[in-house]
T-cell receptor, first 115, second 113 residues
Framework: AQSVTQPDIHITVSEGASLELRCNYSYGATPYLFWYVQSPGQGLQLLLKYFSGDTLVQGIKGFEAEFKRSQSSFNLRKPSVHWSDAAEYFCAVGEGSGNTGKLIFGQGTTLQVKP | EAQVTQNPRYLITVTGKKLTVTCSQNMNHEYMSWYRQDPGLGLRQIYYSMNVEVTDKGDVPEGYKVSRKEKRNFPLILESPSPNQTSLYFC????????????FGPGTRLTVL
């Protein structure tokens, strides 16, 4: 069965430092991969997505992610974190058929930013 | 503005009192879905709908009902809520194409006493 694992439940980084959030997936076919961000009290906002092609994808707010098939990973990165990036981040994999549109989410990683 | 709306945003109720959470999208999307979010579990799909009058169970459908009489609306019904349904609920919609990009509503925080 498909699954998504985010190994880090909570991460704290200093403002201006680089960030990497890990995501590992289990999926038989080529996955559709997503990163969403949830700010406190808000809904989910799409940061970026990968369907095919270039394995390094750029998203909003200066985020990028790299798809590595050999490692079944889709880690999210940002070179310099801002205090406003403090939020919960979710990695998700979409069913390839597209018929159900179902997303399978990881457990989430809470990012805290120190001044 | 393209959006998914949910109402109410916050709801406190008691065990057994039927309730409905509404969801509406203005993007003419065919696919709509309900998720619940619980700490440490991420989001889990409750029900989904691929089009009008077409609905199916997700991963955690017990205790919930849905209907899809119009394309834009997809209400979530709890006939007899129980405390284990206390959660944060999200409605989502997508065009149903293979890209599966889903757009989420702002969430409904439900507390069942």
């Amino acid at each position: 069965a498909q699954s998504v694992t985010q190994p880090d439940i909570h991460i704290t980084v200093s403002e201006g430092a680089s960030l990497e959030l890990r995501c590992n997936y289990s999926y038989g076919a080529t996955p559709y991969l997503f990163w969403y961000v949830q700010s406190p009290g808000q809904g989910l906002q799409l940061l970026l997505k990968y369907f095919s092609g270039d394995t390094l994808v750029q998203g909003i707010k200066g985020f990028e992610a790299e798809f590595k098939r050999s490692q079944s990973s889709f880690n999210l990165r940002k070179p310099s974190v801002h205090w406003s990036d403090a939020a919960e981040y979710f990695c998700a994999v979409g069913e390839g058929s597209g018929n159900t549109g179902k997303l399978i989410f990881g457990q989430g990683t809470t990012l805290q930013v120190k001044p | 503005e393209a959006q998914v709306t949910q109402n109410p945003r916050y709801l406190i109720t008691v065990t057994g009192k039927k309730l409905t959470v509404t969801c509406s999208q203005n993007m003419n999307h065919e696919y709509m879905s309900w998720y619940r979010q619980d700490p440490g579990l991420g989001l889990r799909q409750i029900y989904y709908s691929m089009n009008v009058e077409v609905t199916d169970k997700g991963d955690v459908p017990e205790g919930y009902k849905v209907s899809r009489k119009e394309k834009r609306n997809f209400p979530l019904i709890l006939e007899s809520p129980s405390p284990n349904q206390t959660s944060l609920y999200f409605c989502a919609s997508s065009s149903g194409q293979g890209t599966n990009t889903q757009y989420f509503g702002p969430g409904t925080r439900l507390t069942v006493l």
